[in-house]
């Protein structure tokens, strides 16, 4: 079992600046990668920014060069640095680790608002 804990959502005005942080506890050494999500109301759930073991990484086409997906050096955390964010950004974001055998991991989501 892989237990997520985010923090770091608000709200913030159009251009602004936030950044999540996930911390990963219980069966660390099973995570193959971990990353972002986000789903506004109504819509599906997306994959934002994904972040493998060896340090390659993913991103949405729409947050490329305004967000930033890092992890720690343990390997227990992931941050996402959400530059310029448009009211679009608006979601609940969702941690997300991938394992090696078994289901994914899922945080309880953090509300992101971006006023226009």
């Known amino acids: 079992q892989v237990q997520l804990v985010e923090s770091g959502g608000g709200l913030v005005q159009a251009g602004g600046s936030l950044r999540l942080s996930c911390v990963a506890s219980g069966s660390i050494s099973s995570i193959a990668s971990m990353g972002w999500y986000r789903q506004a109301p109504g819509k599906q759930r997306e994959a934002v920014a994904i972040?493998?073991?060896?340090?390659?990484?993913n991103y949405e086409d729409s947050v490329k060069g305004r967000f930033t997906i890092s992890r720690g050096n343990g390997k227990t955390t992931v941050s996402l640095q959400m530059n310029s964010l448009k009211p679009e950004d608006t979601a609940v974001y969702y941690c997300?680790?991938?394992?090696?055998?078994?289901?994914?991991?899922w945080g309880q989501g953090t509300l992101v608002t971006v006023s226009s």
């Open positions: 997300y680790a991938g394992r090696l055998t078994g289901l994914p991991a």
């Open positions: 972040i493998r073991s060896g340090g390659s990484t």
